[in-house]
C-alpha cells in the first residue's frame, strides 16, 4: 500500500501549519501536498493551544498516524498504519518532545495527576485535572518557560503552587539573576512559593495510584493535588539518525533550511541553522522561528534563485499575570540593566565582544520592542558600558 506526493511534511504543529500555508500562497495543485502528523488535529497556534486551526484547503491529510521510519535514499516514510508514503521534497517539521522525569531515574510520572504540556491533548488533559483539585495544591517541577507560564494560570485558577528546580534562579536560560529576581518577587506577591537548588526524587502514590506528595533530595516532601512538570525538551531527529547530519541535537541545515541530503528539509525546534548574525549553528525552541523558518524553507524551494540565506534575529517572549517581556538577539557576555525594577517598564542589554548582541525588555510598547529589536539587529559596537547604562532604553530608540 502506498501513496507519492510531490511535497510531504511530516509533522503536524506550528512549523508545518506555516510552511502548508506559505505552499498554497504560492500555489500548489490538489493532491501535491501532504501533511503527515501523529496528532489527531490539523496544526495549531501551540502557544495559546488555541483550536485556531492553521490549514487551508486542498492539502491531503493523514492524521493520528505516526511515521516510524524513513527512507531517505530511497525518498519514502513508512507509517505505523504499514502505508508507505513517497515524496520528492520532504520537510521535517517533528518538533520536540516533553522529556520525562523517568529519564533521570524517577517512577511514577505517568500518575493521572502528573501533567507534561506540549499539545492540545496535554493541555486538555492539565485543564482537567486543575479543574478537578479547586483550592489544592500544585507542585510545579521545572523553572523553565512550562513551569513559569503554568504556575501563572494555576495561581489565576485558585490553585497554591510550589515551584521546584535545580538552579539558583528562575529561566536560567535566559534571565540575568537579577531579571529572575523580579519575576520571583512578583510570583512571591502572588503566593506562590519557590524552592530552589534541588529536585524531585520520588512521588508518594495512594490506591488509586494518584500522586499525594512528592520528595525532594533536600529532604522535604510536599503535599501535591497535581503536579506539573516542565523539565525541557528533546527534538524529534530518531527517525534521521545515521541518515542526515545532525547538530546540536537537531538536524543540521543550510541557510536555506537544507539538510545534508537535498531534498529533505527541516524546520523549526528540530532544525539547527545558521543564524547569520552570530555565525553560529543554532537550534531555537520558540514560536516565531517555527514560523520563518517554514516559510523560509518554502521560499527556497519554490523558487529556489530567488531566495537567500535565512537571516534570522532571535525573538523570544512570555506573558505571565499582567507581565510581558520580549527578548531579541544572544543573552552572551555581560550583562548591563536599565530602567525601574521597582516599577513596570525595565530591561538589559547583553554586549558581547564589544557589541550590543541581546536586549531584554519588560513591560514596553510596541514602538520600544521594536526600538530594542532594531537596535539588536544593528549589533552597534559599545565602548562605554557606563554610558550605555545612563541611556538605557533611550540608547535603543535612538540607535
Ligand atoms: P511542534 O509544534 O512540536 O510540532 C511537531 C509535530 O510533529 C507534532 O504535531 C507532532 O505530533 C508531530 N510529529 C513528531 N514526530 C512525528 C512522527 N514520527 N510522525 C508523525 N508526526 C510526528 N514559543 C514562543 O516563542 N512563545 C510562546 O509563548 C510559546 N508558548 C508555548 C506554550 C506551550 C504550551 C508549548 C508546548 C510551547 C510553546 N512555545 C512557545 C514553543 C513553540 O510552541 C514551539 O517552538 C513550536 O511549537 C515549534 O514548532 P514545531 O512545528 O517545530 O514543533
Ligand atoms: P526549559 O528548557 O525552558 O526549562 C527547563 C527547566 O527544567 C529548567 O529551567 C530547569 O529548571 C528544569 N530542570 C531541568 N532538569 C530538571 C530536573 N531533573 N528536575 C527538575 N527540574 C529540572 O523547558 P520547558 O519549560 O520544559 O519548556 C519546554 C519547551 O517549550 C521549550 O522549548 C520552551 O522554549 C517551550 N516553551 C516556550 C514558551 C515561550 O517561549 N514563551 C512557553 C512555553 C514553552
Redesign the pocket.
Known sequence: MGRAFVYVILGGGVAAGYAAQEFVKRGVSHGELCIISEEPVAPYER?ALSKGFLLPEGIELILGTRVKSADVRRKTLLTVTGETISYKILIVATG?R?LKLEE?GVTGSDAENVCYLRDLADATRLVSVMQSCKDGNAVV???????M?CAASLVINKINVTM????AHC???LFSPKIASYYEEFYKSKGVKFIKGT??TSFDLNSDGKVTAVSLRDGSKLPADMVVI????RANTSLFEGQLTLEKGGIKVNGKMQSSNTSVYAVG?VAAFPVKMFAETRRL???DSARKSARHAVAAIMEPEKTGEFDYLPF???RVFTLSWQFYGDNAGEVIHFGDFSGKTFGAYWINKGHLVGSFLEGGTKEQYEGIAKATRLKPAIEDLGELERQGLGFALTA
Open positions: 502557544p520536540a516533553a533521570f517541577i521545572g523553572g523553565g518557560y512550562i513551569g507560564e521546584v528546580f535545580p538552579e529561566m536560567g536560560r529536585v524531585l516542565g523539565i525541557g525538551i525546534d525552541e520558540h514560536v523570544f517572549y512570555s
